[in-house]
């Protein structure tokens, strides 16, 4: 007798996932310590400016912060499948906490050097490389139910998007009032919200048996299962190609902000936070849905809504306008990344999932430097305006190239979703493709 399928009432949004005592902790202190993640993020990038004037820096910065997860993070999420994933996030942060304050020492003490910012931007990458592995493996053993897994990924998509909100406009008060020395003092100090949230957090820790094989063969075979799997090969690619070209938007706006609108750290403040409002928007959107079912179709239009916002926030020479347009990319970037994370969160084997996700994070944060190099080299040639509207071009390319491969990543994903209760038998591909 072939099974029918349900309908179900969803629940408000966010409400299932915050019943769970230890994501309560733990998004509690995300809260609090993002804030000081994005306000430290944001007067980074406007010292830099500052002391040297030039897009290239900006890119240069961008790169040693984060591309030690493009060459670290494999390595990292094989780490992350070996050992405690609640006791490798607490010692990350501890390392996080500690960047932070010497960022504020330097800048504080009121000669700061370019060498001193790009070395601890390669010791913050070196952090990253291991904690966002491990951070995305640890939120599913927070999980009371794995069927909670989309709208506790989307409601960390939230904190992050209502914190990136936040941050840089107190950042701009910051920088202007008091320097960016107190911006990086304010991120080291909210580090003890999260550090004291995962002191507090009780799971059972679950480690992977020790396969005997060596890293290299078991880098080998994360590589394989990703590249082998069409579903997480055409995400993964889609994340790269999106994080070289469209990501790097945001190590421009200090330049937007100080050469196309004339303004200062408060204009450069407006801009981010009007892409943090887009960002909160399609997290909130995420989280009013109810499952996996159709996030490929949200996939194409997300990256859709990404490039139109780049390219008219490339041609716009308007401040209220480009902060509308920062409106569209930021919906669309948060909805896009974030419904990749659940989909290959929910179809990737358990023993394989510290190395996919490492893979996931090399792809989305490990690329993101060369395409700031790139971005950098590029504008410096050809303007910032015509590079940002070039990028916007290319992810619409993106995102047809994707639409033309969705009806056979459904199919293959179809059997996974059946088998995980995802779907069932009857009208699942009714279902799935709406």
């Known amino acids: 007798m072939v099974a029918s399928t349900k309908a179900s009432i969803p629940e408000p949004v966010g409400v299932s996932v915050w019943k769970n005592a230890n994501l309560r902790l733990y998004f509690g202190g995300q809260i609090i310590s993002m804030i000081g993640t994005w306000m430290q993020q944001m007067a980074l990038s406007w010292l830099v400016y500052r002391m040297t004037n030039s897009v290239t820096m900006l890119g240069v910065v961008a790169f040693a912060t984060q591309a030690p997860a493009f060459f670290v993070t494999p ?23 500690l960047q932070a304050g010497l960022l504020a020492y330097i800048a504080l003490s009121g000669h700061p050097q370019i060498w001193q910012l790009i070395s601890l931007g390669v010791f913050a990458g070196l952090v990253n490389a291991f904690d966002l592995p491990s951070r995305q493996t640890f939120l599913v053993e927070m999980l009371d139910d794995r069927k909670q897994l989309p ?18 406009a107190v950042a701009g008060v910051f920088i202007a009032r008091v320097g960016e020395g107190m911006c990086f003092l304010a991120n080291a100090v909210s580090y003890v919200a999260v550090i004291g949230a995962l002191c507090l957090i009780r799971t059972q820790a679950t480690v992977r048996e020790k396969s005997g094989h060596s890293m290299i063969e078991e880098l080998k075979e994360g590589f394989s299962y990703v590249f082998n799997f069409r579903p997480i090969r055409s995400l993964i690619l889609l994340m790269a190609a999106i994080s070289l070209v469209g990501m790097p938007y945001a190590t421009l706006l200090p330049a937007f902000a100080k050469n196309v609108f004339h303004g ?33 179709r949200w996939i194409v239009i997300a990256c859709c809504s990404f490039g139109v916002g780049l390219t008219c926030f490339g041609l716009s020479h308007s401040l209220y306008l480009s902060m509308l347009f920062l409106l569209f990319t930021g919906f669309g970037s948060m909805v ?30 490990g690329l993101a430097p060369f395409g700031s190099l790139l971005s950098g080299a590029l504008a410096a ?54």
Not at 264 to 283: K, R, Y
């Open 151 to 168: 709208r506790a990924i989307a409601t960390n998509s939230s904190i992050v998007t209502l914190t990136r909100l936040i941050g840089p």
């Open 336 to 365: 896009q990344t974030a419904s990749c994370n659940t989909l290959i969160q929910t179809i990737v084997d358990e023993d394989k999932r510290g190395r996919v996700m490492s893979i996931y994070t090399m792809a989305f944060v």
């Open 264 to 296: 200062d750290a408060s204009t450069l403040g407006f801009l981010t936070s009007a892409a943090g409002l887009g960002s909160l928007i399609g997290a909130l959107f995420l989280s009013s849905r109810n499952g996996v079912l159709g996030l490929g």
């Open 381 to 434: 040639k050809i303007g910032t305006g015509e590079t940002v509207f070039i990028s916007g071009l290319v992810l619409m390319v993106l995102a047809a190239g994707f639409a033309s491969r969705l009806r056979l990543i459904r199919q293959d994903v179809r059997p996974l979703y059946i088998e995980r209760g995802i779907l069932q038998a009857e009208g699942e591909m009714k279902v799935m493709n709406t």
């Open 75 to 97: 390595f990292a999420g094989i780490v992350t499948d070996r050992v405690q994933k609640h006791r490798l996030v607490l010692i990350t942060q501890c390392l996080a906490m």
